[in-house]
């Protein structure tokens, strides 16, 4: 397959990331619309994931020198241009024939970081050719999953290393897959010629999503507890990743301070604030409601990212606010490349990139350091009542 991404013209009504949704949902087949659009059970997690940013109102200051303001951050050593980074999201050859080969050269076009999915449909070398050539890059990190044979785990991070990947993702939130019903319903399931290119054919995802659970459990047993969970992580495997690699392993999916010290204490280089998009464990709390819970236990001595249903660029503030150092973006970023492949993406970035710039002048915020929670008018509300309702014993 090539390499060169393909060339669409953009639609000319996208003024708003709900217009890329819009123009995405008309182009793709109803059962892929509701692999990458659907959530877990009655999906309350994946409407609450939007609504909570819609319930944090800003307040801004106003007479405040703006001049030469900008939008840079550190993370793990490396400038960012922007905070806004791309989340792994698996077959996104479902989207598009590119898939993430167009994620990855929109990605270096607009300095935005990019995580590609252990489940990528692309060869995880390609991905990173086409985005490590561009000198104002963002950061390129794999997203892992960790596989029941530790030799295939270690062999996918050695092909990530010698690739140039310069982080790991160890995604921690998903021991088994949710209970996904709107793809059910749609009788999803993967076409051929898609697959998870990068992961051995027996570790691979089945043609409907999902793997087998029973994995070889006794007749009588229970086939998730006694099959694939017998696999599940441990703190022990993020130890043992970590003395596997010379790159730095951020966890992804943690939503409880006590598991955000536990990662402090473990020395991992950052935590992602997640509920995997609420389409693993459904009526757990949006990942803005436990943001700043997570930033007041770690004090600070944890980057913390966060991803979950960020539409906007005053979402991006927001987070920035409740103490985030870069936010995560996926659905919208399939449904720039649905409809025009690289072109499409790189056009959601630049619409957020835009917005959040707008959003920073208006508050008065010249720079990142000088959005925290003083902009938000409710954030000591938010915060409290976040702690109260989800934490409460």
């Not at 013209?9 to 109803?30: G, K, N, Q, V």
């Not at 995880?124 to 530790?150: H, I, K, S, T």
């Not at 010629?193 to 992961?199: F, T």
């Not at 001595?301 to 991006?316: E, F, H, N, Q, S």
Request: hydrophobic share 45%; net charge neutral.
């Amino acid at each position: 397959m090539s390499t060169t991404p393909q060339r669409h013209p953009l639609p000319a009504d996208l003024f708003t990331l709900a217009d890329h949704e819009r123009h995405a949902r008309a182009r793709l087949d109803a059962p892929v619309w509701a692999y990458f659009s659907g959530g877990a059970a009655d999906e309350i997690t994946l409407r609450a994931n939007r609504s909570a940013w819609d319930a944090l109102t800003l307040v801004p200051r106003v007479l405040r020198p703006l001049a030469g303001g900008h939008t840079r951050c550190e993370l793990l050593g490396r400038t960012l241009a922007h905070p806004i980074m791309l989340a792994p999201v698996a077959f996104q050859r479902l989207a598009h024939p590119d898939g993430e080969l167009a994620t990855a050269y929109a990605a270096a076009a607009l300095g935005a970081g990019l995580v590609l999915s252990t489940q990528a449909s692309q060869p995880l070398e390609a991905v990173a050719q086409a985005m490590l050539g561009d000198a104002g890059r963002g950061p390129l990190w794999f997203q892992l999953y960790l596989q029941p044979d530790r030799g295939h785990t270690r062999e996918l991070v050695q092909r990530a290393e010698a690739a140039g990947y310069e982080a790991l993702v160890l995604t921690v939130d998903a021991p088994c897959s949710g209970v996904r019903e709107r793809e059910w319903r749609a009788g999803f399931r993967l076409p051929p010629g898609i697959r998870a290119v990068n992961l051995p054919a027996a570790a691979a995802p089945s043609a409907s999503g999902g793997t087998d659970p029973s994995n070889g459990a006794p007749a009588g047993s229970s086939a998730l507890f006694d099959g694939l969970l017998r696999h599940a992580p441990t703190w022990d495997d993020v130890q043992w990743l970590q003395s596997s690699t010379r790159l730095p392993v951020l966890l992804k999916g943690v939503l409880h301070p006590e598991d955000a010290r536990t990662a402090l204490a473990h020395g991992v280089a950052a935590v992602i604030v997640s509920n995997h998009g609420g389409r693993t464990l459904d009526t757990t709390p949006s990942t803005a409601s436990v943001l700043p819970r997570i930033a007041d236990a770690t004090g600070g001595a944890l980057p913390l990212l966060v991803d979950g249903g960020i539409r906007r660029g005053t979402d991006v503030l927001k987070a920035i606010a409740l103490g985030a150092r870069a936010v995560l973006v996926g659905r919208p970023i399939v449904w720039g490349l649905a409809h025009s492949g690289a072109a499409g993406v790189a056009h959601v970035l630049r619409l957020l990139r835009d917005e959040f710039e707008a959003a920073m002048a208006l508050t008065g915020c010249a720079t990142l350091a000088q959005a925290g929670r003083e902009i938000l008018a409710d954030a000591e509300n938010f915060c409290s009542s976040t702690a109260n309702e989800t934490y409460s014993h």
